[in-house]
């Protein structure tokens, strides 16, 4: 049985190892060009220019990862609390989901010694940066939701 320091030393050799395979980092950012695309996609431009973008979708993917996050813009919140307030989310995916935001630094995990022991989950400083992008995800949903209903009550 591992120890919560142990599985803590294992996740971050985890994600440090996934982080070696992206550090490919443009030194200057890649501007898109539609025409050079052909050779963009040939000389590896385009894919590296993609990265940063994959990194986020991989981060955030799932059905349960961004409700778990504004759930969590509200404050401390204890396991219960989090499976109560987000409808069809199983104890098991919570977990799962949890220890990936852990992994990421999106979330952190309080352990306080007290009988029974007392866990509370809340999102880092680095977690409260995705706020600003779930608010333009937001409001391009709602666009984007207007006009395909829209355009399918016109037909």
Known sequence: MYTDIQMYTTMKKKQLSILSLYSMEPKEPIIHDKRKCPTHLSSGECTKALLPVQDALDILHGKWKLQIILSLTF????????????????????????????????????????????VEYELT???????????????WGTKHRKKIIGNQKNK
């Open 125 to 139: 400083a680095y977690g409260k940066t995705l706020q600003p992008l779930i608010h333009e995800l937001h409001k």
């Open 75 to 118: 404050g401390k919140k204890r396991f219960k609390q989090i499976l109560r307030e987000i409808p069809g989310l199983t104890p098991k995916m919570l977990s799962k989901e949890l220890k990936e935001l852990e992994i990421n630094e999106l979330a952190v995990r309080n352990v306080f010694d007290t009988l029974p022991v007392t």
